[in-house]
């Protein structure tokens, strides 16, 4: 099956252009304003895929698309939110709004998980910026020029980072050091290029951290990942770009090579999936040899129901995705207002798992990517007369924690690692002492 795609070209919107959008013609000024306020906290950027595509107009402002793309009032604490309101209502100078702002912003906790303190691995002493080794088998790597998207998501965790960098020299010397890390590290199997989206880069641009990896002294490299969330915002970077065939005859180099690559895509809503260059991106993608593998967060008012999963999971299985991991949203940003209960989480969960086969329960978790490692919530149970969270480690600092139940008092309201305590009167989880070992070990540097 070949459809044919008519190409489009990106329009980005933000606050800055807001007023020259089509579909808010009959917002009202007070809305208007409600939206631009959160952009001056909250990184806000959609383009016209979503604008005309994705998001359904007749459905404002529940659409779970209009959600993920479009900052709303409740995902400020109402006073900060008045505050900017007022500051603007006034027109005070830029400068003083942008204060106002940061200073929301840093309350916003925007490094979860110790990642800019304990991730950030070394080269001959020196640390070495845009590289993460957390998991022994898996770096990751955030080239400068992908830290962007194609649209950003309200709920994300990584808008501190969101500045592009275009430079092709500073490409070619970043690209150096990580290949430097990456030789002295023969214990690494996967290098995962994340950002922000690698794939926001020219696949000239992509080439350049990727081909060298292709030579024969990086054979212990096996998998090439890329996290990325194009297939949803912007399809037609692999249908009609201009360098669409480039891309992916670069993807086709990997594969050739012998080297397995997964396209770790980022989809919250079914939505996303159904319209015709959605799937046609899917198709050429696969067409290279890559395999597509599906990832993202469970978050209130976009995607917090078991039927919108189930049927997410067995859209993407019947389009030839695997579901991988389904996530507990994380601890920052607007969190108060995405954040959902980890029992509930779990709910949601097992009531998808139940609706769709097995090849749609490949998707694991609910997993919490926290300090110590990837925690699954593997489920509710009452042992010893207690009830207690099950969980376990799909990944950790120390290889060995993986696999290993352990158990936290049942708390209802608890939405993350930090809320839960340890079952049976014990005072420390399993792996905590080590944690701290580690970490003492790592801040030596
Ligand atoms: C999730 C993650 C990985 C990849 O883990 P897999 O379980 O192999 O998918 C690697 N590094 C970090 C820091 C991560 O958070
Ligand atoms: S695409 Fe990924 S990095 Fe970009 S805004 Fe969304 S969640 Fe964040």
Known sequence: MNIKI?????????????????????????????????????????????????????????????????????????????HIIQLMTENVPKAVLKEAANKIRQQLNPHPAGQKKYNVPTLNGKPIPGIQHKYRETVLIFPAAGQTCHAYCTFCFRWPQFVGLEDLKFATRESGMFQQYLQQHQEVRDVLLTGGDPMTMKARQLSLYIEPLLEPKFDHIQTIRIGTKSISFWPYRYVTDEDADNTLRLFEKIVQRGK???????????????????????????????????????????????????????????????PYYIFVERQTGAKAYFEIPLVRVFDIYREAIQQVSGL??????????????????????????????????????????CKRSFFASFNPDATWLNNLKPAFGEDKFFYESQLEEILTRQQLF
């Open 260 to 322: 397995h690559l997964a396209i770790m895509a980022h989809y919250e809503h079914w939505q996303e999936l159904d319209t015709p260059v959605a799937t046609e991106a899917i198709r050429r993608i696969r067409s290279t040899g890559a395999q597509i593998r599906t990832q993202a967060p469970i978050v209130r008012h976009i995607n917090d129901s078991a039927e919108t999963w189930a049927k997410m999971w067995q859209m993407q299985v019947s389009l030839g995705c695997i």
């Open 360 to 401: 749609a329960r490949t998707a694991r978790g609910p997993l919490m990517s926290a300090l110590p490692g990837k925690v699954a919530i593997d489920g509710v149970a009452e042992v010893a007369g207690e009830k207690v969270f099950v969980l376990s480690f799909l990944q950790g600092r120390e290889p060995d924690w």
């Open 6 to 82: 008519k190409s489009l070209e990106i329009h980005f919107y933000g606050a800055n252009n807001l007023d020259s959008i089509p579909q808010l013609s009959n917002f009202s000024e007070q809305e208007r304003l409600g939206i631009k306020a959160v952009a001056q906290v909250l990184p806000f950027r959609t383009n016209n895929y979503i604008l005309e595509q994705l998001i359904d107009w007749n459905n404002i402002p529940e659409d779970p698309m209009f959600r993920l793309t479009f900052p709303h009032p409740e995902m400020l604490d109402s006073k900060d939110y008045n």
